[in-house]
T-cell receptor
Framework: GENVEQHPSTLSVQEGDSAVIKCTYS??????FPWYKQELGKRPQLIID?????GEKKDQRIAVTLNKTAKHFSLHITETQPEDSAVYFC????????????FGKGTSLLVTP | KAGVTQTPRYLIKTRGQQVTLSCSPI?????VSWYQQTPGQGLQFLFE???????NKGNFPGRFSGRQFSNSRSEMNVSTLELGDSALYLC????????????FGEGSRLTVL
């Protein structure tokens, strides 16, 4: 099955700096890569996703890049704000095999003022 | 439109007991999946249902089971509870069969004593 590894497990940045979280996956058939944000005590929520036919996707201050050859994808957050503090999870799935997301173990991001 | 509803929100059981958790997806969503969240392991996939059929099952022992009803509501059952089953159990639904945003419920917090 798919194995997703996520790094780093914790990340601390100062407000205004950029944050980068990286994930690798093992199944070359994976074709959908979402990122979820989970604030303390709340449910995970989708913040951005990318499909295998796209190399990069941006949404305001967040962007995701995908390198299918190397089987890794990354989340980039620019101009970080304290409200970006949360746990971020990457995931990968071969959508032809049903909907079973394989999540990384998460990155706890702390943005200090 | 109501979100994903999970019941009960909190429960305490003792070792050896069994538990049933319920999930009502967003109206119109036919894909329902379950995840176990623990501090050390992140989000681990349990199983996924679409139109009453289990399409995928994660790497959990047979004590974990589930089902989906014709109205897309889902239940998961854990028998012969162990201390290590203490976790937050999250249900998620999706409008699409195998991709797109997963909408998570608030979870059922299970404590096994």
């Amino acid at each position: 099955g798919e194995n997703v590894e996520q790094h780093p497990s914790t990340l601390s940045v100062q407000e205004g700096d950029s944050a980068v979280i990286k994930c690798t996956y093992s199944d070359s058939a994976s074709n959908y890569f979402p990122w979820y944000k989970q604030e303390l005590g709340k449910r995970p929520q989708l913040i951005i996703d990318i499909r295998s036919n796209v190399g990069e996707k941006k949404d305001q201050r967040i962007a995701v890049t995908l390198n299918k050859t190397a089987k890794h994808f990354s989340l980039h957050i620019t101009e970080t704000q304290p409200e970006d503090s949360a746990v971020y999870f990457c995931a990968a799935i071969d959508s032809n095999s049903g909907y079973a997301l394989n999540f990384g173990k998460g990155t706890s991001l702390l943005v200090t003022p | 439109k109501a979100g994903v509803t999970q019941t009960p929100r909190y429960l305490i059981k003792t070792r050896g007991q069994q538990v049933t958790l319920s999930c009502s997806p967003i109206s119109g969503h036919r894909s329902v999946s379950w995840y176990q969240q623990t501090p050390g392991q992140g989000l681990q996939f349990l199983f996924e249902y679409f139109s009453e059929t289990q399409r995928n099952k994660g790497n959990f022992p047979g004590r974990f089971s589930g089902r989906q009803f014709s109205n897309s509501r889902s239940e998961m059952n854990v028998s012969t509870l162990e201390l290590g089953d203490s976790a937050l159990y999250l249900c998620a639904s999706s409008l699409f069969e195998n991709t797109g945003e997963l909408f998570f419920g608030e979870g059922s917090r299970l404590t096994v004593l």
